[in-house]
């Protein structure tokens, strides 16, 4: 992941007056490649048993629980439930002119996060 990504992440959840060293930051994103991989790889090896080549969200999460990560399931179906209900919806105007909809996902604080589909003029 780049360290731009991992800066952005670690800048929304510590105080605005924290600050991280060059080893942090790093750290972090050496942490989070790892992780990255390591879920991949384990969603990969499913789906080459099964003989497909496209690994799904559902392959991740599988992985993720295989792998002793159960408390993020339940959140990341959720949202993944809710993306795709707002991914099927209307994705721009219906009448002419009007900004399209995009999807906005929302802090809800105490580790809670929700989507939802505002106008782009709107951001």
């Known amino acids: 992941m780049p360290i731009a990504n991992v800066i952005r992440i670690m800048r929304k959840i510590l105080p605005s007056h924290a600050k991280m060293s060059e080893n942090a930051k790093e750290t972090i994103q050496e942490c989070v490649s790892e992780y990255i991989s390591f879920i991949t790889g384990e969603a990969n090896e499913r789906c080459q048993r099964e003989q497909r080549k496209t690994i799904t969200a559902e392959d991740v ?6 792998l002793g990560f159960d408390n993020y399931i339940e959140p990341l ?6 993306y795709r209900e707002l991914d099927s919806g209307d994705r721009g105007g219906s009448i002419k002119g009007e900004p399209p909809l995009v999807k906005q996902v929302v802090d809800g604080g105490a580790g809670s996060v929700s989507i939802k589909s505002v ?5």
Do not use: I, Q
Request: charged content about 30%; hydrophobic content about 45%; aromatic content about 12%.
């Open 61 to 66: 999460l599988w992985a993720m629980s295989k």
């Open 77 to 82: 179906t959720v949202y993944l439930r809710r």
């Open 119 to 123: 106008n782009a003029e709107d951001l």
